[in-house]
C-alpha cells in the first residue's frame, strides 16, 4: 500500500505563513509529479502547485509570487511554502503524486487526506 501523509496545517492570520509537508511511504518503486491541490467550502477542487521530479515547478496564478513548491527526491516528500497569506487561502490542502509501486507495473495517482489551512484574524 502508498500512504501520502501531509502536515503543516493550521490558523494563521493574514500575511503569515505556514509550511505544509507531505510524505510518501509504502510500497514505492518511483515517484514522478508530485503537487498541491485545495479544496475550499462550496468550490471545486483546483491546483495550487505541481513539481516534477527534476524540479520544473507550475502555479495557480492566485498563488504564484507567495508559494513555493519544493521537493525532496531522497525522502519521498513534497513542501509548500505558503507566505502572505490571504483569507481567500482557507481549504483543505490535499498532496498529490504519481507513483510507480513496482518497474512492471503502472503509474497510478495518488491523494494524501488533506490537512486544513484557516487564514483568519
Known amino acids: 500500500q502508498v500512504q501520502l501523509v501531509e502536515s503543516g496545517g493550521g490558523l494563521v492570520q493574514p500575511g503569515g505563513s505556514l509550511r505544509l509537508s507531505c510524505a510518501a511511504s509504502?510500497?514505492?518503486?518511483?515517484?514522478?509529479?508530485m503537487g498541491w491541490y485545495r479544496q475550499a467550502p462550496g468550490k471545486p477542487r483546483e491546483l495550487v502547485a505541481t513539481?516534477?521530479?527534476?524540479?520544473?515547478?507550475n502555479y495557480a496564478d492566485s498563488v504564484k509570487g507567495r508559494f513555493t513548491i519544493s521537493r525532496d527526491n531522497a525522502k519521498s516528500t513534497v513542501y509548500l511554502q505558503m507566505n502572505s497569506l490571504k483569507p481567500e487561502d482557507t481549504a483543505v490542502y490535499y498532496c498529490?503524486?504519481?507513483?510507480?509501486?513496482?518497474?512492471?507495473?503502472?503509474?497510478?495517482?495518488?491523494w494524501g487526506q488533506g490537512t486544513q489551512v484557516t487564514v483568519s484574524s
Open positions: 498529490n503524486a504519481d507513483i510507480l509501486r513496482a518497474y512492471n507495473s503502472r503509474w497510478l495517482n495518488w
Open positions: 509504502g510500497s514505492i518503486f518511483s515517484i514522478n509529479a
Open positions: 513539481i516534477s521530479t527534476g524540479g520544473s515547478t
